[in-house]
């Protein structure tokens, strides 16, 4: 077996153990990269930031081949791991919630439109821009009954009746209302005054007041 001595530790070591050309071995090298890091660590992440900042693009090609030559096997991985991380990865989620309320209410909510709509064979693309525009649409309050807790997006024509949510087709509700209005058409849950009004908002008529209550 061919060896070399490592000019930094001293120590004979096999020829693998060394970049071609010189004369520290890997550990060595590793070490001295460590210790600049440390005694440097300012200018070495302004230099990270600086050299992610001019290579986005190529950073996410790179990014976005790897996850299409490897999907098979990342597929198998990430189904080994939740298998073996059962109870760590229902800890993680039981405290994201708690911190993240608010945000994962409204994911959940997300994935249960996405889900009825794929259900009754349906494709929906309405996105959190989407439903940021509703909501500022109709002043972050409940259409039926004005109440600013616990609001939701509900289908103006219901999607069980084949209406995808759209920008045209999604109101405010609170829980209280979207539980009472259900699968009920907009002609049998509002009043005409309000159904008027909704319409009115939905269609782009801007001149109408945004206070539906």
């Not at 073996?84 to 990865?89: D, F, G, M, P, T």
Request: aromatic share 8%.
């Amino acid at each position: 077996m061919q060896t070399k001595t490592c000019s930094k530790c001293g120590v004979e070591k096999s020829i693998d153990q060394f970049r071609i050309g010189h004369k520290q071995c890997h550990q060595c090298e590793l070490d001295y990269k460590k210790l600049y890091r440390e005694a440097n660590r300012e200018e070495v992440n302004q230099k990270t930031r600086d050299y992610h900042s001019l290579n986005k693009e190529r950073e996410r090609e790179v990014h976005n081949r790897y996850m299409e030559t490897h999907r098979e096997e990342r597929a198998r991985y990430q189904k080994q791991f939740r298998q073996e991380n059962k109870e760590l990865l229902s800890e993680q989620e039981r405290k994201y919630r708690e911190l993240h309320k608010e945000q994962y209410i409204a994911w959940t909510r997300f994935n249960a439109r996405k889900r009825r709509a794929r259900q009754q064979q349906l494709q929906e693309n309405y996105t959190k821009e989407d439903e940021q525009y509703t909501r500022t649409l109709f002043n972050n309050q409940c259409a039926n009954c004005g109440s600013t807790d616990k609001l939701c997006i509900d289908h103006h024509y219901p999607l069980s009746k084949g209406n995808a949510l759209t920008r045209e087709n999604a109101v405010v509700l609170c829980r209280s209302c979207n539980a009472s209005k259900h699968i009920k058409s907009p002609e049998s849950f509002y009043s005409p005054e309000k159904l008027l009004l909704i319409e009115s908002l939905l269609a782009g008529d801007f001149k109408v007041s945004h206070g539906l209550a």
